[in-house]
């Protein structure tokens, strides 16, 4: 027994000697960038979330719950005085960034993984540039009249592994009804209409959207775990997609005549939309092609998008295998991401990859994760993967975004830190001293105003310490 008690006594002393070495290297780092931080009493969390976009017209329409608010978009562009030129959102999600910049007459370029991001882009778009007056009396017939209730025509709703069994059977049959009648539109109209659908699917589920995976009312009969369930309401199939064209006929409204998004005393700017992983796309981007970047990359939080959004990639035909392929391609956010061979990617990342190399930091949190995995102290094995894969690929997404970046123009970053094992990862002065070395010089890092806590189990864990959530502000010179 005294020999495993001195094992553990020196294995808790290397933990307390890695802990504390971390908390001087946080410091350290804290000194140097400390007069750059800025607490911003007007970043709110409802403006750096999608909370504002829910009472804003169009934007409010498919509840995108990672995405960032239009007002902040429009905060960023009038502060800095981004008038003209053409803005970057390398991970666009629901594409707010593009459509906020566009009403304010700036171009904007997004890229886009996940098939429900690019649907609601391109969804929009059509509704700008291609969208009829005979389209829209015909959503307007489809809300009144409920056109699928008398359809007898059905398209078999397309599920997954992870989503059958997600909607009580009469909502099915309704979803199977809607989706053969939409066979009968033209191409415009049944994409307006499918979109509606998508909008809805989580309330009318038994599903619902919890960062790592959906969640399963007890009412399903499937995925109890120690505790059940309540989602609450969910909602009849009819209702719910008649609220939704209502809705999106009301935002529409405004605009009848020409059928825009945007004010008329503004010509909008034009937007496009790159289909794919930025890490593969940004290297074929132009070199000093942009005038500013808006984006908010997944956070280091294991929350799996191909699994809270998958009622939705479901009904847009994504199969098992393209799932698995998709989670693979995505900035590593997940303990099920795989380290990515970044060199075979862009060869020119070897700078970036240095520079992740030789942040003492980063490097002493990963020494540290990979103790407590080999211990078997970690909650999931695939943590340590996960962080060093998120830093790596976005020192290689820092150093593109500084080459496509026109001299004396910004990057804007949305992001939060993570905690780990107890300890809590600076993710805001990592990612700040990577591009510091890759050629930026950082103006502020913008602080919300009251921290984020941490989950529940963190908390019980090691103490309620709370979690800057910033915004980043870097500018090339």
């Excluded at 403006?47 to 009472?55: E, T």
């Excluded at 099920?336 to 061979?341: L, R, T």
């Amino acid at each position: 027994m005294s020999k495993l008690a001195s094992v553990s006594d020196s294995i808790s002393q290397i933990e307390n000697q890695n802990l504390a070495e971390i908390d001087n290297l946080d410091r350290q780092l804290f000194e140097h960038f400390q007069s750059k931080f800025v607490i911003q009493p007007s970043l709110t969390r409802p403006l750096v979330s999608f909370q504002a976009n829910k009472i804003r017209p169009i934007y409010r329409w498919y509840k995108y719950k990672e995405a960032f608010s239009a007002s902040l978009v429009e905060y960023l562009l009038q502060k800095y005085r981004i008038t003209q030129g053409k803005i970057l959102d390398p991970f666009a999600g629901s594409g707010t960034a593009l459509f906020a910049a566009s009403e304010l007459g700036i171009n904007a370029d997004g890229i886009e993984l996940l098939a429900i991001g690019q649907q609601i882009i391109t969804t929009k778009q059509l509704l700008d540039t291609e969208f009829t007056s005979e389209d829209l009396e015909r959503l307007k017939i489809w809300y009144k009249l409920q056109v699928w209730q008398e359809c007898e025509e059905r398209i078999t709703l397309k599920e997954l592994n992870i989503t059958k069994g997600a909607y009580p059977e009469t909502t099915k049959d309704w979803i199977e009804r809607y989706l053969g009648a939409c066979q009968l539109e033209n191409i415009r109209v049944k994409t307006v209409l499918h979109f509606a659908l998508l909008c809805i699917l989580e309330s009318i589920s038994y599903t619902r959207k919890d960062g790592q995976y959906l969640r399963w009312d007890y009412r399903s009969g499937r995925g109890l775990g120690k505790t059940s369930f309540d989602k609450g309401e969910i909602l009849e199939f009819n209702q719910a997609i008649t609220d939704k064209l209502a809705e999106i006929l009301s935002d529409l409204a405004p605009a009848t005549q020409q059928l825009e998004l945007f004010p008329i005393n503004i010509i909008p700017g034009k937007i496009n939309l790159y289909k794919g992983s930025c890490l593969q796309v940004l290297s074929h981007l132009h070199e000093t092609e942009y005038s500013a970047i808006i984006t908010s990359p997944p956070y280091c939080n294991r929350y799996d998008y191909t699994r809270t959004y998958a009622l939705e990639l479901a009904l847009l035909g994504i199969s098992e295998k393209e799932l698995i392929k998709l989670r693979q391609e995505m900035l590593s956010c997940t303990v099920e991401n795989k380290a990515k061979d970044l060199l075979t990617i862009n060869p020119s990342w070897k700078t970036a990859l240095t520079i992740a190399d030789e942040q003492s930091l980063l490097q002493r949190i990963l020494n540290y994760l990979d103790l407590q995995k080999e211990q078997s102290k970690l909650n999931n094995k695939g943590i340590p993967r996960m962080v060093r894969g998120y830093f790596y690929e976005m020192a290689c997404v820092i150093q593109e975004c500084f080459r496509v970046l026109q001299p004396g123009t910004h990057l804007f970053m949305v992001n939060d830190n993570v905690r780990y094992a107890g300890v809590s990862i600076s993710v805001d002065m990592i990612l700040s001293d990577f591009a510091e070395k890759i050629g930026f010089t950082v103006e502020n890092i913008l602080v919300l105003p009251g921290d984020k806590g941490n989950s529940s189990q963190q908390m019980g864990n090691h103490g309620r310490e709370p979690l800057r959530k910033c915004v980043y502000v870097w500018k090339k010179p």
